[in-house]
C-alpha cells in the first residue's frame, strides 16, 4: 500500500526562523508536488519536482527531491505569518492508464509573530 | 480566481436528499478528479475521468455517482448519504495523463457539505 508520510504533522514556529517539512514516500515515483491549504480554502500548488535532484524556489519556501531515497523537503527561510498554513505534499501512481494523485498527511505551520 | 468552478459553495441536505455537485472547467484538460476532505486531514481520492471515461473508482460507495457530461463538466450525484459523508469535496483536474504526469492538479474552491 502507498504511503506518503510527512513531518512534523504540525510545527509551531517564530517568524524569522528557519525550518524543514519532510515528506517519505514508499511508491518509486519520480514526480512530487507541494500543495498549500489556507483554513476552509481550497488546495494551490506550490511546486512540481520531475527529477531526482530537482530543486525549486519561491521566496521563502524552497523544494527539493531525492527519488533514491523518497524523500522531498521544504525548507522554510525567517518565516513570516503569512505561511501559516497547511502544507501538503503529493505524488502520482500509474493506474488503469491514468494517475493518481496520493497526498500526504500534511503538515500544519503556525508562525508565530 | 481560480480556473476550476465548483458549485454549490455549501449545501445541506438531508439522508433522503438527492442532490448533485457540479465541476467545470476550461483549461482543455482531460482528466478531471473527485476528492473527499475531512477536517485537518488530506484530499482523499474517489474517482479518476481521463478523457471522459471512468478510470478509477476507490471504492466509492454507490450512493455517490460521478458523471463526466463532456471534457469541460464533471458532476457528482448524491442519494441517500449518511452524516459521515459531510465533508469538503473537491473537484480538480490536469493535462491529459498521456501527455505526462508532470501536471499538478488545478483544484476548484470546493463544495462544503454537511449531511443532516
Known amino acids: 500500500e502507498l504511503k506518503v508520510e510527512q513531518n512534523p504533522l504540525f510545527l509551531s514556529m517564530q517568524e524569522g526562523k528557519n525550518y524543514t517539512i519532510y515528506c517519505n514516500y514508499s511508491?518509486?515515483?519520480?514526480?512530487l508536488y507541494w500543495y498549500r491549504q489556507d483554513p476552509g480554502k481550497s488546495l494551490e500548488s506550490l511546486f512540481v519536482?520531475?527529477?531526482?535532484?530537482a530543486v525549486k524556489q519561491e521566496g521563502r519556501l524552497m523544494a527539493s527531491l531525492d527519488t533514491k531515497a523518497r524523500l522531498s523537503t521544504l525548507h522554510i527561510t525567517a518565516a513570516v505569518h503569512d505561511l501559516s498554513a497547511t502544507y501538503f505534499c503529493a505524488v502520482t501512481v500509474p493506474t488503469s492508464g491514468t494517475y493518481k494523485y496520493i497526498f500526504g498527511t500534511g503538515t500544519r505551520l503556525k508562525v508565530l509573530a | 480566481d481560480t480556473e476550476v468552478t465548483q458549485t454549490p459553495k455549501h449545501l445541506v441536505m438531508g439522508m433522503t436528499n438527492k442532490k448533485s455537485l457540479k465541476c467545470e472547467q476550461h483549461m482543455g484538460h482531460r482528466a478531471m478528479y473527485w476528492y473527499k476532505q475531512k477536517a485537518k486531514k488530506p484530499p482523499e481520492l474517489m474517482f479518476v475521468?481521463?478523457?471522459?471515461?471512468?478510470?478509477i473508482n476507490e471504492s466509492v460507495p454507490s450512493r455517490f455517482s460521478p458523471e463526466c457530461p463532456n471534457s469541460s463538466l464533471l458532476n457528482l450525484h448524491l442519494h441517500a448519504l449518511q452524516p459521515e459523508d459531510s465533508a469538503l469535496y473537491l473537484c480538480a483536474s490536469s493535462q491529459a495523463p498521456q501527455s505526462g504526469h508532470n501536471s499538478p492538479l488545478h483544484f476548484g474552491n470546493g463544495t462544503r457539505l454537511t449531511v443532516t
Open positions: 511508491t518509486t515515483s519520480d514526480r
Open positions: 519536482l520531475l527529477s531526482n535532484g
Open positions: 475521468y481521463s478523457y471522459e471515461k471512468l478510470s
